[in-house]
Nanobody, 119 residues
Framework: VQLQASGRGLVQPGGFLRLSCVAS????????MGWYRQAPGKQRELVAS???????TYGDSVKGRSTISRDNAKNTVTLQMNSLKPEDTAVYYC??????????????WGQGTQVTVSS
């Protein structure tokens, strides 16, 4: 299973960010699709996740200004964040959890997208 992420990397403070991630390969089912981020010197943290059951979770630092959506037919997850701040600067990673067969789970990470919030 491979993940391909897309989205612009340089955003002005107060601007918005839109990141998309497509999962491809042998995929029988997907359980969770989400986005994480890691800033320099900090641990990787959840930005947002969306389970197949419809449960959406947002990280505390992005609540109220982020929206995650999924297109199950296209195995795509999209993150939109508004009112970006310099502290949102980080490498953003797509993460997908699922199964290639009923007996073979997978959990894969995208290559990471550098997002810099600066004027």
């Amino acid at each position: 299973v491979q993940l391909q992420a897309s989205g612009r990397g340089l955003v002005q403070p107060g601007g918005f960010l839109r990141l998309s991630c497509v999962a491809s390969g042998i995929i029988r089912s997907i359980t969770v699709m989400g986005w994480y981020r890691q800033a320099p010197g900090k641990q990787r943290e959840l930005v947002a996740s969306f389970t197949t059951a419809g449960v959406i979770t947002y990280g505390d630092s992005v609540k109220g200004r982020s929206t995650i959506s999924r297109d199950n037919a296209k195995n795509t997850v999209t993150l939109q964040m508004n009112s970006l701040k310099p502290e949102d600067t980080a490498v953003y990673y797509c993460n997908v959890d699922g199964r290639t067969t009923p007996w073979a789970p997978f959990n894969v990470w995208g290559q990471g997208t550098q997002v810099t919030v600066s004027s």
